[in-house]
């Protein structure tokens, strides 16, 4: 039997050279590799990292919207969102399954998960460490942030490794109906009052920067750790950082300027020559500040994700089966 | 003494349900839960909130006896000499039959045949 021990990839190379060899050739071939089977340590734990981020990044999402949900304009909208935000932790359930299954050789579960979210090891997604102030900002995360969220994940809807593509299958079906409930909010706005308008443009305003960081940096050296080149070569996803950013703008912007919206930085253009989005980088030592729990709401949600384990506890208790001690 | 140890709260569940009546059951995701009726609650509000629902089954993952890895390998790799269990080794006959003027009874034409003539 492999011995997954936690042990880096280089230790066991001559060992599994051979296995090695035929999961390249599965990869390669388009075959879906499975829970149970053969995968070098670096694929698991790449796998481990990339899907627990996504999973608890569902849950933490889910955060930043359920506070407009008491707030909602109206009861089709409160509805709506309700239902999104239930969507939301349907999909980290989901996801939190498939990184636990490749967490077990390491004897890590659930309750590691939640535990390395409140102690700062499992990093969320950037963009639900900002604040909603406004509907707009519900809006915006309906439309541009899970807009964005579907360029990363459709791309990696033929991933190599099975149990991920078929979770990524599902939540992308769903997110179709989120981006619609988004852009219904959004146009609303954007036909509306002055002042609905003013919110809009304000709300795009603020989201702009985590949007572009959204796809992370360009290459390893603009904030020192990068994984993109890794999960290319064993077909986790097909394209870069700058080239699902550059999909994103491709799509989005020209819908963001027919509604007479602006993006807060002038030199943003297209350039016929090189095909693709000028842009000013956004500020990436503020991304790590944030994605390392030091964004405007880290500690609020990370807090009230701790009430609620903390609250629940009790229910764990109880309807855990019981073990006779001596 | 009894003690509650909240680590044995999950189990795993793997989950199936059946659309309509005709249609098969299937095997939808895994997920964790603390017994069997909770499961269930949990396969519905999780992941069960849209599409058409007729049945759902939970099942404790170590029930399943599944095909480990190597199983699977050695299973799959079927020989591809088995024409004469399928169709596929007798499809000469289309020929034959089209020359005789008559049409081939195929997999269509026979699962067509809910009805016939009333006297």
Redo the contacts between chains.
Sequence with gaps: MYNYGGTLAADNVDEDKEKYARFMERVEAGEKIEADDWMPDEYRQTLIKLISMHGISEIMGALPEKEWVPKAPTVKRKLGIMAKVQDEMGHGQLLLRVAEDLMKPYGKNRESLMEDLLNGDLKFHNVFHMPTRTWADAGMVGWLVDGAAIISQTNMLDASYGPYQRALKRICQEEVFHAQHGEAIIMALAEGTKEQRRILQESLNNWWPSLLMFFGPESASTTGSSKQEVTTKYRIRKSSNEELRQAFLDKYLPRVFSLGLTVPDETVHYDEEKQRWIYQQPDWNEFKQIISNNGPRSKERLRLREIAYENNRWVRQALAPQVVVS | ??????????REYEVFSKKNEKSPIQHQ????A??DD?ALN?AQ???M??EKVLDVWVVPRNHIRSM??EE?LQWTNRLDNKDYRSTKGYGYLRKKWSEKEQGMLDEKEIMSWKEVKKS
């Design positions: 003494m009894e003690k509650q140890n909240e680590s044995n709260f999950y995701f895994s997920l964790l603390p017994n909770m949990m509000e999780n992941f909130r849209r480990n890895s699977r």
